[in-house]
């Protein structure tokens, strides 16, 4: 019997090979198919056009790239099993089908107090039962209950295959050279000592590149004035929805499962309810806008085709927290301008902060293998460049309004 084998043709790595039946049943699977309608950076295509990749290109690079891993630490004397093999192909696979619409920029908003990756080890057990229970080892991986740290390490960490895809895909389809990192390089670096994955001494630079770019990324890309300005004003058209819900749902239905989540949700992820969620996707958000850009309420209304039209709040940002005396002022000037009440004014004139912090070595680390068998963490390595950027929290105050 032939054995099945397929081949993907990716902008960003060439040729990624699939032949293993479990790989080709996960991929099939409903609940995958639905990343193919999630953007994989919300509403930066607002800013950078070419950014409408969806969650399914990040999770077939990440495959990518954890094949790559395995092939590299196998051939430095790791012992992978074949079984193992799979089960973390697969865990890296399914590593985000839990974010909902518009990923990052909805979390916790559409599902209060739900966290993504939450819903992904749901999505993964309920995904289990329909397989036959073939995903066992990928969730003892995933929930870290398997023995060999580095396979979970492979998947979430500081040098997780994940961080290197979403950096390299981002950057190439936002255009920000930036973002490049040598992820080549790293993979060829990875090695396991004592059950942890570490890095090469030689590979210093390659991480230093790859933390250095995480960080310009973040302020460039995933934290831009103009993206967080949209951003936060999607959430504003769902905090009115809400709202307004109290008095008019029905002006308010969308027809689809959206409506359940915005008006009915308790917080009690049932199965039921994942399966309700599993039908969520951005069409059901974008459709909410534009039908919404028709409202009778005009903070609806106007932040709906604000929104569909990018005429979006201005946005400025600065190090220090703005006073209350330049809150109060550019609300005088929105309620003036919109002939609105003070209450309305607050979904156009808002303040807020965002933080970029690098490398939190407390919660998780970098270890450096060095030449003579010791092992230290890249903030103890002696670097300058490293010393100076690499814990160091970037905090930015922000001002939304008219």
């Not at 534009?290 to 400025?316: A, P």
Request: charged letters at 25%; glycine letters at 6%; proline letters at 2%.
């Amino acid at each position: 019997m032939a054995i099945k084998r397929k081949i993907i043709n990716d902008p960003v790595y060439g040729f990624i090979t699939i032949k293993d039946p479990l790989i080709f049943d996960i991929i099939a699977h409903p609940y995958y198919q639905r990343l193919r309608r999630i953007h994989q950076m919300a509403l930066a295509y607002l800013v950078y056009p070419g950014a409408v990749h969806t969650r399914l290109h990040h999770s077939l690079g990440a495959y990518h790239l954890m094949c790559n891993a395995v092939n590299e630490l196998r051939d430095k004397g790791t012992l992978i099993t074949e079984e193992e093999e799979i089960a973390v192909k697969a865990a890296i696979l399914l590593h985000d089908v839990g974010h909902g619409p518009f990923s990052h920029a909805l979390e916790n908003r559409l599902l209060p107090g739900v966290h993504h990756e939450k819903l992904s080890l749901q999505i993964m057990q309920a995904m289990n039962n329909d397989l036959g229970g073939r995903l066992d080892m990928a969730i003892e991986i995933f929930t870290d209950r398997y023995p060999k740290k580095f396979l979970l390490q492979l998947i979430s960490g500081q040098l997780d295959v994940d961080r290197m895809d979403y950096l390299t895909r981002d950057s190439f389809f936002t255009g920000v050279s930036e973002g490049v990192i040598g992820y080549d390089r790293i993979l060829k670096m990875l090695v396991v000592h004592d059950g942890e994955l570490m890095v090469e001494e030689k590979g210093i630079y390659s991480i230093e590149k790859f933390l250095v770019a995480r960080r310009q990324m973040y302020w460039q890309v995933y934290l831009h004035k103009t993206v967080l300005a949209a951003e936060t004003m999607l959430v504003n058209v769902l905090k009115r929805v809400r709202h307004l819900s109290k008095t008019q749902a029905a002006s308010l239905q969308t027809g689809g499962a959206l409506d359940f989540f915005l008006y009915s949700f308790d917080g009690n992820m049932t199965k039921e309810t994942l399966e309700k969620f599993c039908q969520l996707d951005d069409a059901d958000i974008s459709f909410g806008i534009k039908r919404w850009s028709h409202h009778t309420d005009y903070v609806l209304s106007e932040l709906c085709r604000r929104l569909l039209n990018r005429q979006l709040l201005k946005i400025k940002f600065q190090a220090e927290p703005f006073t209350e005396a330049e809150r109060k002022a550019k609300m005088d000037a929105a309620i003036k301008q919109l002939n609105i009440s003070e209450e309305e004014a607050n979904y156009f004139v808002f303040t807020g902060e965002a933080n970029n912090t690098l490398y939190k070595p407390e919660y998780e680390s970098i270890n450096i293998l060095l030449k003579d068998g010791s092992v230290k963490d890249i903030s103890a390595i002696d670097n300058p460049l490293i010393h100076q950027t690499i814990s160091s929290a970037v905090k930015k105050f922000y001002i939304c309004s008219l």
